[in-house]
């Protein structure tokens, strides 16, 4: 039995997993294969990179997602621990600059004694696993000769590694006369407060932190949207992607296609703000991160 632990893949498990043995005392061989080989989605030669989103979701004490970070920062998690130091502004979410992020994390690590990172495509994973403790901590990017070794070690014909790709919205697009700045949530107006309370309320520095842009609308200018969307022009799938639609990570215009109410209670759905011009709840309101 080798005197240290393998980990494959250095991307947010790899790299957090290394970071917590190694401060056990315990030595890691921390296997990936950036920057020798790329992905076709991969951007970076850095560990720990977030390749579709920037958000690591909600901070909030009572949302289950923020409730697991705040446990994670009381246990000294590298990944959240750098992730509150590069974040940026998000309303109530968790968002980080993602250059930033995955730059610290591979400094981290890299200058670890305990951390041996190895830029390599592991190819053969029995070999591994005969000379000590190994963790396969590969995600949605895994190289395919490398998935073509986690199917013979579990047996299984078929792997599928999920993840999303949100839209980008360039900000010289958007009309600022019908688009406002705004925190969801902690600027709503109250059920039973008057628009002059409430205007009071925030000009007093309730919800003063306006990370996002939102862009409502009405009843006629949401089918519109809809239509739109149902019959936009999509992305060509590149070879490497397979065309199985996972619940958890659905395109909105697959959404969409379910039905011209689908949106509306999902991410679209009008919570949190009346629009400024009409004074009305919005039927459908649209948020953006800032950037």
């Excluded at 509150?84 to 980080?96: F, M, N, R, W, Y």
């Excluded at 250059?99 to 690590?109: A, R």
Aim: overall charge neutral; aromatic content about 8%; some cysteine.
């Amino acid at each position: 039995m080798k005197n240290y632990i393998t980990i494959i893949g250095g991307g947010l498990a790899g790299t957090e997993a290394a970071y917590q043995i190694a401060k056990r005392g315990i030595k890691v061989k921390l296997y990936e294969m950036k920057p020798i080989k790329f992905s076709e989605a991969h951007v970076n030669k850095n560990l720990a990179e977030i390749v579709c989103s920037n958000s690591f979701k909600s901070n909030l004490l009572t949302n289950a997602c923020g409730l697991l970070k705040e446990e994670l920062r009381r246990l000294d998690s590298l990944l959240i621990n750098i992730a509150d130091k590069t974040s940026i502004p998000a309303g109530q979410a968790l968002a980080v600059d993602r250059e930033k992020f995955s730059k610290e994390v591979s400094e981290e690590i890299e200058n670890n004694e305990l951390i041996d990172v190895i830029h390599e495509e592991v190819t053969n994973i029995d070999k591994m696993i005969k000379e000590g403790i190994v963790i396969i901590a590969t995600g949605p990017l895994t190289s395919e000769k490398l998935s073509r070794e986690i199917a013979k070690l579990t047996g299984e014909d078929k792997l599928y590694f999920y993840d999303a790709a949100a839209p980008i919205v360039s900000k010289e697009s958007i009309n600022f006369e019908i688009a406002f700045y705004g925190d969801r949530y902690s600027q709503e107006k109250k059920k039973e407060e008057s628009i002059d309370k409430w205007k009071k309320r925030l000009s007093n520095g309730e919800g003063k932190e306006q990370s996002y842009i939102n862009l409502p609308m009405n009843k006629e200018e949401y089918e519109k949207f809809y239509k739109e969307l149902i019959h936009a022009e999509v992305v060509n799938l590149h070879d490497f992607e397979k065309k199985e639609i996972f619940e958890g990570c659905m395109p909105i215009e697959i959404m969409a296609k379910r039905g011209i109410d689908t949106l509306r209670f999902g991410p679209l759905k009008p919570v949190g703000f009346d629009d400024p011009r009409t004074r009305k709840k919005t039927v459908c309101n649209c948020a953006t991160k800032t950037r």
